[in-house]
T-cell receptor
Framework: AQTVTQSQPEMSVQEAETVTLSCTYD???????LFWYKQPPSRQMILVIR??????QNATENRFSVNFQKAAKSFSLKISDSQLGDTAMYFC???????????FGTGTRLQVTL | NAGVTQTPKFQVLKTGQSMTLQCAQD?????MSWYRQDPGMGLRLIHY???????DQGEVPNGYNVSRSTTEDFPLRLLSAAPSQTSVYFC????????????FGSGTRLTVV
């Protein structure tokens, strides 16, 4: 069974600063994918970034990047130059082909302040 | 370019009533799924489908039925609503089996009184 753990229920960061959200996961599969989703107050689930487990290079998408530590089963999200629009709930999720589903963590609520 | 369309956006039901949450996607995705989101618990999988005519249970399937007669549509049926089914429901779709990431609908907030 897959599990995803987000140990930070809430975080706060000032505008223009950098923040890192933590995520650990557990899976017995060798082929899996990891994701970060953003859920703003509008409730829409938005894919932020995707990491393929067999790729050692950390994924980046503009101001968003990950630190993927496969041996430690850690998958943290770094947001650089934080903006007010980054205020949202962030979910870490894992997917394996054999399970055919996304397993989500419980989320981290990020507040960006002036 | 609608993506995943869910209806309705809000619904209030009385205990024991039945209803169907609609989900349609126009991206020709094989994979569709239903999740529920409850405070402090993330999103949990209810049912999923890997193609027309094929459905399977997720981790919280009790009280819900699904069918997949076409690639585009994947309705979720509540046969006899209970207060424990008060939640936000999301439909999601993906090409392949989900390794590219899912596209989510905008969600349905359901309250059972």
């Amino acid at each position: 069974a897959q599990t995803v753990t987000q140990s930070q229920p809430e975080m706060s960061v000032q505008e223009a600063e950098t923040v890192t959200l933590s995520c650990t996961y557990d899976t017995s599969e060798s082929n899996y994918y990891l994701f970060w989703y953003k859920q703003p107050p509008s409730r829409q689930m938005i894919l932020v970034i995707r990491q393929e487990a067999y790729k050692q290079q950390n994924a980046t998408e503009n101001r968003f990047s990950v630190n993927f530590q496969k041996a430690a089963k850690s998958f943290s999200l770094k947001i650089s130059d934080s903006q007010l629009g980054d205020t949202a709930m962030y979910f870490c999720a894992s997917h394996t082909g054999t399970a055919s589903k996304l397993t989500f963590g419980t989320g981290t609520r990020l507040q960006v302040t002036l | 370019n609608a993506g995943v369309t869910q209806t309705p956006k809000f619904q209030v039901l009385k205990t024991g009533q039945s209803m169907t949450l609609q989900c349609a996607q126009d991206m020709n995705h094989e994979y569709m799924s239903w999740y529920r989101q409850d405070p402090g618990m993330g999103l949990r999988l209810i049912h999923y489908s890997v193609g027309a005519g094929i459905t399977d249970q997720g981790e919280v399937p009790n009280g819900y039925n699904v069918s997949r007669s076409t690639t585009e549509d994947f309705p979720l049926r509540l046969l006899s609503a209970a207060p424990s089914q008060t939640s936000v429901y999301f439909c999601a779709s993906s090409r392949g089996q989900g390794s590219y990431g899912y596209t989510f609908g905008s969600g349905t907030r359901l309250t059972v009184v």
